[in-house]
């Protein structure tokens, strides 16, 4: 090796140039030192490294957690979007519905559905419309049956069987008007006396439409049957010439209606769907058959049956 201070060459393991006297520099303290800087620089190098490594899977991470949470987003939206297309297509559909459905069907239910173990049951239009309508027939078909049945009097083709009912007694009656004729009596009483040869003939102008009959009963009877005779029965040449009532208005007790006659000759019925309590009846003439020969309107015999 050499002096570094003279630059002569001196043994390898002098401690001293023996030339100047100078101190001589160790070749191994200077690979140690050598070594040891080429360590610093390794160590370095190796920490560079594993933060460039660290920094690097920080990013992979942070990217993927960015895209993961991206791509759930956008599946999240388009979930929702989905969705509410699907509930805006189903209330258009309903709004269909309700303008095909008359307003007062609609308007007999409220718009709920219905509810089961706390959860909504979702109806397509058509269900909750058939539900709809089948309850409001089953509401229908309960009002009928709650409602009671309407009283009426109607004319009936068959003879009934009054053999256990009781003909009510008439002790007076009295005619808004009466004919007049010389030798004969029209009273209104006599229409209650089963003879065929006698009647009641009103004495108005016309046909004596309007014109009434009043009656009383010995006691109170309810009223299911009432026969009469309409027209003139004395002869056939009555029967034809005079004319005989085609409909007429019977009241009797809390009840009032029409009824229409057929014009023959027989004896008509009319029966009282539901028994009217009653002690009296009224009678009047609203519309007739006319006769060939007089206007004058006749009744032959009334009677009145119930229990």
């Known amino acids: 090796m050499f002096c570094k201070a003279c630059g002569r060459k001196i043994d ?11 101190p001589v520099e160790k070749k191994t303290e200077t690979l140690e030192i050598v070594s040891e800087k080429k ?64 307003e007062e069907i609609m308007e007999v239910f409220p718009e709920s559905s219905p509810e089961t173990s706390g959860e909504k049951i979702k109806e397509t239009p058509g269900e909750e419309l058939d539900r709809k309508m089948e309850s409001m027939q089953s509401e229908k078909s309960s009002a009928e049956q709650s409602e009671p049945e309407e009283t009426k009097a109607s004319l009936i083709t068959d003879e009934p069987d009054v053999s256990k009912l009781h003909k009510a007694n008439v002790i007076a009656a009295n005619a808004s008007s009466t004919i007049s004729q010389e030798g004969t009596s029209n009273s209104p009483i006599l229409l209650f006396d089963g003879k065929d040869a006698t009647n009641w003939q009103e004495g108005a102008d016309g046909y004596g439409i309007s014109e009434t009959i009043s009656f009383s009963f010995d006691d109170f009877y309810k009223v299911k049957y009432i026969r009469f005779k309409l027209g003139n029965w004395k002869t056939d040449r009555y029967y034809v010439g005079n ?65």
């Open 39 to 102: 360590q610093r620089k390794t160590g370095v190098a190796l920490i560079t490294a594993a933060s460039v490594v660290a920094v690097a899977v920080v990013s992979v991470v942070a990217v993927g957690f960015f895209l993961k949470t991206k791509a759930s987003k956008e599946v999240t939206e388009e979930i929702t979007v989905g969705e509410k297309l699907e509930e805006l297509k189903r209330e258009e559909e309903e709004k269909k519905v309700a303008e095909a459905v008359p």
């Open 243 to 307: 004319a005989k009532p085609k409909t007429m208005t019977l009241a009797f007790g809390d009840y009032v209606g029409p009824v229409t006659f057929t014009g023959e000759r027989k004896v008509e019925w009319v029966e009282v769907n539901k028994a009217v309590k009653a002690n009296s009846m009224r009678v009047t003439i609203d519309d007739v058959y006319p006769g060939t020969q007089w206007e004058d309107t006749c009744i032959t015999e009334i009677m009145v049956y119930g229990e």
């Open 12 to 22: 390898d393991d002098s401690e001293f140039c023996t030339y100047c006297g100078s």
